[in-house]
């Protein structure tokens, strides 16, 4: 349990601008990981492994892709008890994102709205933040495991995405335990259309194929997920389906392990913050609006996708409950973001023992 009970903290960062908050979090964090004051927001990990697309993972929840965009907090944030991390959306060379303001706070909903447009460092500084982490070194014998989601940059046209996508899986391979290709976020110009059958049918071909020439040079198999949009409708859904299993199942038509499914990015839709302050702000959508969003989702991928199929579960988890709904849905394991936010850090090992419950 962690020394600063987050009830006393959260008054003093919800007074502050969303991203001033974000920004001084992270640098505590990054500044005091490896030292006694980690003490501070530490949580001791639930034994609760399951293996997932051949990686064995130490427990069910994870952190999403977003909070830690640069790889700055690698170690800080694995004290937390999460059974794994995924860090970025990086993308080939640092961008600015999108002008501030850009993260917006519905508290009402617990919930939260940015748009802030994969703003980043690139991928040698992303890499070489990697490259310090000293988590796999604490020793034991399941370690955390580590995401690292990349993206195009917002100047590439939509037309080369391909490209950057394939530079930053090159830069991130040997350092990831899975790699996780993110065409849904709504705060780059037509990134979604890549989830579109065509486009996502080459992109995912391009990048199954340099992911096979890499294991070979590198003698691991780091699996590729596949990040989508909780704003698909049924018809939408099912093509993605049938290109993961396109490039997901062997020659007898199992799951090879190799590709993976994220569901769910943040949403567009308004329907359940309407009318509250901020939020008509142009940007994705997450916390407790998006769960019902991301379960029918994860149902609907899991019915194509038959049993065996990597799922990771994310969107509007705030309870031990909220998680263990996304298992009932289909999820193999779960993922947080505003949730950690609303609620801190013990959030981690609430879901993390209500899921090694429902088992």
């Not at 310090?132 to 993206?151: D, E």
């Not at 003698?219 to 949009?229: D, N, R």
């Not at 199992?254 to 993976?260: H, I, S, V």
């Not at 579960?313 to 993922?335: I, M, N, P």
Request: charged share 20%; proline share 6%; with cysteine.
């Amino acid at each position: 349990m962690s020394l600063l009970p987050y009830a006393l903290t959260r008054p003093l960062l919800f007074g502050l601008d969303p991203e001033t908050a974000h920004e001084l979090t992270l640098d505590n964090i990054a500044r005091f990981q490896h030292s006694p004051l980690s003490c501070l927001w530490s949580e001791s990990r639930i034994d609760d492994p399951v293996t997932v697309a051949g990686l064995r993972f130490p427990n069910r929840v994870g952190l999403a892709a977003g909070l830690d965009k640069n790889a700055r907090c690698i170690d800080g944030l694995s004290a937390m008890g999460f059974g794994f991390v995924e860090v970025g959306t990086v993308t080939p060379k640092g961008q600015p994102g999108n002008p501030r303001p850009r993260m917006f706070r519905i508290p009402e909903r617990n919930a939260l709205i940015n748009r802030l447009g994969f703003n980043n460092e690139g991928l040698i500084a992303f890499v070489t933040n990697v490259q310090k982490a000293r988590f796999r070194s604490k020793g034991g014998t399941s370690p955390m495991l580590l995401g690292l989601n990349i993206g195009k940059n917002a100047a590439t046209p939509i037309e080369q995405a391909t490209s950057d996508y394939l530079t930053c899986l090159d830069g991130v391979y040997p350092h990831a335990d899975y790699v996780t290709v993110n065409i849904s976020s709504p705060n780059t110009k037509n990134l979604r259309s890549l989830q579109s059958d065509e486009a996502l049918d080459a992109l995912l071909g391009a990048v199954m194929e340099r992911r096979e020439l890499l294991a070979q040079r590198y003698g691991k198999q780091a699996p590729v997920f596949l990040k989508i949009a909780p704003d698909l409708d049924e018809t939408q859904i099912g093509v993605i389906a049938a290109t993961l299993l396109r490039y997901g199942s062997d020659t007898a038509g199992q799951p090879n392990q190799r590709l993976g499914v994220i569901a769910t990015n943040t949403t567009l839709s308004r329907d359940a913050v309407a009318g509250l302050a901020h939020a008509e702000e142009a940007g994705g959508l997450s916390g407790a609006p998006v769960l019902a969003a991301s379960n029918r989702v994860i149902r609907l991928l899991r019915g194509a996708l038959g049993e065996g199929f990597p799922i990771i579960g994310v969107g509007g988890v705030l309870s031990g409950d909220d998680a263990v709904s996304k298992v009932r849905a289909g999820a193999d394991l779960v993922q947080i973001y505003t949730g950690l936010i609303y609620k801190g850090s013990a959030l981690v090992r609430e879901a993390a023992q209500a899921l090694k419950s429902a088992r």
